[in-house]
């Protein structure tokens, strides 16, 4: 069955990260087109990326790393659950990121963010550094308000129209995991050859 991880990209004391991922758990755990499974940043204890070697040559040597690729080497796709920070996503969702590379590839991601202006400008970066690592980015979002979504932009609650809109984002993405599936393992189209 395919592999969803709901990953919590902020670890700043005091997030909101956390409560909207369970949240977002929460809807999908009422779904049967896929396992889902939250992961916390925190769990990882990530320092800034301290690799000797580029992610691309997948030449891991630290033990966190280790544990990070594994973790996210198990899932078909994933759900980024940002915040907006300064028009972008967080330093610590980045840092993970950048970490692997091969592990990521031919995968599907889908995106949860809040801020002020529903953190619409944390995804619009997170979609091209997706896309570099090979990732099939859904066009369905869900975009979180302070101003609606949240009262006096501290206690979660979110406005009934959004489980419909994480359910639509979760369509969207367990369908390209389950696209992409043939990529991941290898069976990918052949190239051309010349005749030269």
């Known amino acids: 069955m395919t592999r969803i991880g709901i990953i919590i990209g902020s670890t700043r004391p ?13 809807i999908a755990a009422q779904r049967v087109d896929a396992e889902y499974e939250l992961v916390d940043l925190l769990d990882f204890n990530l320092p800034h990326l301290d690799e000797m070697t580029p992610p691309s040559l997948g030449q891991y040597t630290q033990p966190h790393t280790l544990r990070w690729a594994e973790k996210i080497a198990s899932f078909d796709g994933y759900v980024f659950v940002t915040p ?35 953190g619409a400008r944390a995804v619009e970066h997170l979609r091209l550094v997706v896309a570099e690592l090979q990732m099939a980015d859904v066009r369905a979002q869900v975009a979180l308000s302070l101003f609606t979504d949240f009262e006096n932009f501290t206690a979660f609650r979110p406005g009934p129209h959004q489980e419909g809109s994480v359910n639509m984002m979760l369509d969207q993405l367990v369908a390209w995991s389950g696209a992409l599936a043939g990529l991941r393992a290898g069976t990918t189209m052949s190239t051309p050859q010349s005749s030269a």
């Not at 028009?87 to 980045?94: D, N, P």
């Not at 990121?97 to 889908?110: P, S, T």
């Open 14 to 26: 005091g997030r909101h990260g956390e409560t909207v991922a369970r949240w977002v758990y929460d």
């Open 84 to 118: 907006e920070y300064n028009h972008s996503t967080s330093g610590a969702l980045k840092n993970a990121i950048d970490f692997l590379y091969a592990e990521w590839n031919n995968k599907a991601a889908g995106f949860v963010s809040y801020g002020s202006v529903g």
